[in-house]
Nanobody, 131 residues
Framework: EVHLVESGGGQVQAGGSLRLSCAAS????????IGWFRQAPGKEREGVSC????????YYADSVKGRFSISSDNAKNTAYLQMNALKPEDTAVYFC????????????????????????WGQGTQVTVSS
């Protein structure tokens, strides 16, 4: 059974940094893609950053480019999201997700940020950025 557990959330002032972790069990990272998503109150869940462990392709939402960095430690079965220069608008519950399905070119080119492309989800961790 697949389990994903996020950690590292918290409250930070604008301009600060946090590193989120996603520890996985029940499968191995090597052949899968990992995504970080977030959902703010009253808003839909959106893709923030994703990485394909088969070829290293990544995705970043425009709103986080240059500030967030995704990585994956396959030996530890853990993915990370380093978040720097945080802004109040980054406040949300952050979720990690795993794509168990085959990684296709179409997924890499167009769909890494889409919720329905992922098969397993963690419970989320709250990130609050104060101004």
């Amino acid at each position: 059974e697949v389990h994903l557990v996020e950690s590292g959330g918290g409250q930070v002032q604008a301009g600060g940094s946090l590193r989120l972790s996603c520890a996985a069990s029940g499968f191995t990272f090597d052949d899968h893609a990992i995504g970080w998503f977030r959902q703010a109150p009253g808003k839909e869940r959106e893709g923030v950053s994703c990485i394909s462990n088969t070829d290293g392709n990544t995705y970043y939402a425009d709103s986080v480019k240059g500030r967030f960095s995704i990585s994956s430690d396959n030996a530890k079965n853990t993915a990370y999201l380093q978040m720097n220069a945080l802004k109040p608008e980054d406040t949300a519950v952050y979720f990690c997700a795993v794509r168990e399905r085959v990684i296709t070119p179409q997924y890499i080119e167009n769909s890494m940020h889409l919720n329905h492309e992922y098969d397993y989800w963690g419970q989320g961790t709250q990130v609050t950025v104060s101004s």
